[in-house]
C-alpha cells in the first residue's frame, strides 16, 4: 500500500480480534504501532516487533476522555505525532428489546460511541496542527441494517457513521480523511457468543459467501483506507461482508 512506511498509527481494541490483524497488517507495511486496549496488548506488540516495526501498549478505556487523551499524548510522546486513528474497541450485551436493560444500552454507547468521539477528539488537536491525517472507525453491518437482538449495539454502529460523515465535511478542508468499515460477522471472540444455532441457522444462512470473514479481511480494508490510493475517499463506508447485505 502507498504511503503507510513510517506511519504512527494507533489502533484502539489491538489486543485481539479485527484491532490485533489490523495492527500486525500495518506493520507489515512499515508503520509504528500504538496497541491502545483495555485488556492487556504487549502480545501485539511482541508481533508487529518480530515485523521489525516499533510498538507500544497503552493501557486505555475508551470511555473516559481523559486516559484517550493520555494515549495520544504518551504515543506523541513517544513517536512525535500520530498519522491514523483505528478507533476499534468496540463491546456487545445482546438482548432483546423487551429485555435490554438500560445499563445494557448503556455500556454499548459508552464504548462504541462515546470512545469513538473520546479518542477522535483526542488525536485532533495533533492531525490538525499537520494538516493531515486520517480516522478510521470500525461500525457494522448491523449498524446500517439493524439486527435482532442489538438496539444498543445497532444505535451504536449507526452512530459512528453519522460522526464520521460529520468530521468528513467539517474538515477536509483541513486534509483530514474520515472513514468507516462496515464489516459482516468475522470470526473473532466477539460472534463466539451468538448461540451455535443462532449463528448456524439464521445468521450464516443468509450470508453467500456462506462462511464468517477472516480479521485479516478487515485489516486489509484499513490499510487501503489509510493509504495514498484512498486520498479521495472521505465520508465514506466500506463494507466487507461476503455479499450479505446485498
Ligand atoms: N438473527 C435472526 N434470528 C435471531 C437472532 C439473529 N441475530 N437472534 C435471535 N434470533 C431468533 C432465535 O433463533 C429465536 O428464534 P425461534 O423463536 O425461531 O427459536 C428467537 O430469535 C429468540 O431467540 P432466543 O431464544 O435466543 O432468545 P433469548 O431472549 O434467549 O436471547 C439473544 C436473545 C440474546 C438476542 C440471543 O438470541 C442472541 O444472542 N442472538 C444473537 C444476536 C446477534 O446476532 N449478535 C451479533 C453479535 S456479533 C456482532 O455484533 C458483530 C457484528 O457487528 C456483526
Ligand atoms: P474482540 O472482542 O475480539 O475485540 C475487541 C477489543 O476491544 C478487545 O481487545 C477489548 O479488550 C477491547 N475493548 C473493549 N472495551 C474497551 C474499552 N473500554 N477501552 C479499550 N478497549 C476496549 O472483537 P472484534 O470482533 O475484534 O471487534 C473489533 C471491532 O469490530 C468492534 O468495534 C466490533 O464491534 C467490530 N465488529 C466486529 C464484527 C465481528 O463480527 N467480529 C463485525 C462488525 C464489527
Redesign the pocket.
Known amino acids: 500500500m502507498r504511503g503507510l512506511k513510517d506511519k504512527v498509527v494507533i489502533v484502539t481494541g489491538a489486543a485481539g480480534g479485527i484491532g490485533k490483524a489490523t495492527a500486525l497488517r500495518f506493520a507489515e507495511e512499515g508503520a509504528n504501532i500504538v496497541v491502545a486496549d483495555f485488556v492487556d496488548g504487549s502480545g501485539t506488540v511482541q508481533e508487529v516487533e518480530a515485523k521489525g516495526q516499533k510498538a507500544i501498549y497503552v493501557q486505555t478505556d475508551v470511555t473516559k476522555i481523559e486516559s484517550a487523551q493520555a494515549m495520544v499524548a504518551k504515543a506523541i510522546e513517544v513517536f512525535g505525532r500520530v498519522d491514523v486513528l483505528i478507533n476499534n474497541a468496540?463491546i456487545?450485551k445482546?438482548?432483546?428489546m423487551k429485555?435490554m436493560a438500560k445499563e445494557a444500552f448503556d455500556a454499548v454507547i459508552a464504548v462504541n460511541l462515546t470512545g469513538v468521539f473520546n479518542c477522535t477528539s483526542a488525536v485532533l488537536p495533533n492531525m490538525l496542527e499537520n494538516k493531515s491525517g486520517v480516522v478510521l472507525t470500525?461500525?457494522?453491518?448491523?449498524?446500517i441494517y439493524g439486527?435482532?437482538?442489538?438496539t444498543n449495539?445497532a444505535a451504536s454502529?449507526w452512530g459512528v457513521i453519522g460522526m464520521t460523515k460529520s468530521w468528513a465535511k467539517e474538515m477536509a478542508k483541513n486534509g483530514l480523511r474520515f472513514n468507516c468499515v462496515?464489516?459482516?460477522?468475522?470470526g473473532?471472540d466477539?460472534?463466539k457468543?451468538?448461540?451455535m444455532?443462532?449463528?448456524q441457522?439464521?445468521?450464516l444462512v443468509?450470508v453467500p459467501a456462506g462462511r464468517l470473514g477472516e480479521p485479516e479481511e478487515i485489516a486489509a480494508a484499513f490499510a487501503f483506507l489509510a493509504s495514498d490510493d484512498a486520498k479521495f475517499i472521505n465520508g465514506a463506508v466500506l463494507s466487507v461482508d461476503g455479499a450479505a447485505t446485498i
Open positions: 468496540g456487545t445482546d438482548a432483546m429485555k470500525t461500525s457494522s453491518i448491523v449498524g439486527n435482532i437482538g442489538q449495539y454502529k462496515a464489516p459482516g460477522f468475522i473473532t466477539m460472534v457468543k451468538i448461540p444455532e443462532v449463528l441457522e439464521k445468521i443468509k
